[in-house]
T-cell receptor, first 114, second 116 residues
Framework: AQKVTQAQTEISVVEKEDVTLDCVYETRDTTYYLFWYKQPPSGELVFLIR??????QNEISGRYSWNFQKSTSSFNFTITASQVVDSAVYFCALSASANSKLTFGKGITLSVRP | GAGVSQTPSNKVTEKGKYVELRCDPI?????LYWYRQSLGQGPEFLIY????????DSGLPNDRFFAVRPEGSVSTLKIQRTERGDSAVYLC??????????????FGQGTRLTVV
C-alpha cells in the first residue's frame, strides 16, 4: 500500500520569506514517481513538479526547488522569496510505475501575508 | 478544449436522487481519471480509463458509483441513491497515456456535489 504524509497542516509566512513544505512517503515499489500539486482557491489542481525514484538529483526551477532523499523517504518542496500569489493548498502525491493513479497527502495550507 | 472541463460546477441534490457528473478531457488525452476530494482532505482516487475501458476501478466506494467513457473521450460519473456522505468535490483529470507512473495529469476545476 502507498501512503503520503504531510505533517504540516498550515503554514503562514510573510512575503519574501523562504518556506519549505515537508512530504514523507511509503511504498513497496522499487520504481515510483513523486509529485507536487498546488490548489489555489479556484479549486483546480495545478501540476508543479515530478521526480522519479531513480533520479535523486535535486533541482531548482525559478523560485521552486525540491529535495528528494530516498534514504529518509522524503520529498520536500521549497519556495524561495514567497509571494502572496503562492497562497494555496499544496499536495504531495505518489504513483507507482505500474499505473498512473495518484495517492495524495492531506495537503498543506500556505498563507503568504503581504 | 484548452483544459479539462467539468460540468456542472455545482450540484445540489436531495438524498436518494440520481446524479450524473460530466468530464470533457483535453483533446488527444487517452487516459482519464476521477478523484473525490472531501473538505480538508487530499483527492482520493476513484477510477481511471485508458481509452473506453475502465483500467482500474478499485477506488469506487460501492456499487452506487459507476462511470462510463463510451467513445474514449467524454466521461460521466454516475451516482445512484445519493447519500449525504457523498457530498464532496469530484475532480476529473486527463493525461496523454496511462500505465506509466510518471504521466502528468491535468485536472479540471471539479464539480462540488452537495447532498441535502
Amino acid at each position: 500500500a502507498q501512503k503520503v504524509t504531510q505533517a504540516q497542516t498550515e503554514i503562514s509566512v510573510v512575503e519574501k520569506e523562504d518556506v519549505t513544505l515537508d512530504c514523507v512517503y511509503e511504498t513497496r515499489d522499487t520504481t515510483y514517481y513523486l509529485f507536487w500539486y498546488k490548489q489555489p482557491p479556484s479549486g483546480e489542481l495545478v501540476f508543479l513538479i515530478r521526480r522519479n525514484s531513480f533520479d535523486e538529483q535535486n533541482e531548482i526551477s525559478g523560485r521552486y526547488s525540491w529535495n528528494f532523499q530516498k534514504s529518509t523517504s522524503s520529498f520536500n518542496f521549497t519556495i524561495t522569496a514567497s509571494q502572496v500569489v503562492d497562497s494555496a493548498v499544496y499536495f504531495c502525491a505518489l504513483s507507482a510505475s505500474a499505473n498512473s493513479k495518484l495517492t495524495f497527502g492531506k495537503g498543506i495550507t500556505l498563507s503568504v501575508r503581504p | 478544449g484548452a483544459g479539462v472541463s467539468q460540468t456542472p460546477s455545482n450540484k445540489v441534490t436531495e438524498k436518494g436522487k440520481y446524479v450524473e457528473l460530466r468530464c470533457d478531457p483535453i483533446s488527444g488525452h487517452t487516459a482519464l481519471y476521477w478523484y473525490r476530494q472531501s473538505l480538508g482532505q487530499g483527492p482520493e482516487f476513484l477510477i481511471y480509463f485508458q481509452g473506453t475501458g475502465a483500467a482500474d476501478d478499485s477506488g469506487l466506494p460501492n456499487d452506487r458509483f459507476f462511470a462510463v467513457r463510451p467513445e474514449g473521450s467524454v466521461s460521466t460519473l454516475k451516482i445512484q441513491r445519493t447519500e449525504r456522505g457523498d457530498s464532496a468535490v469530484y475532480l476529473c483529470a486527463s493525461s496523454l497515456r496511462a500505465g506509466r507512473g510518471g504521466t502528468e495529469a491535468f485536472f479540471g476545476q471539479g464539480t462540488r456535489l452537495t447532498v441535502v
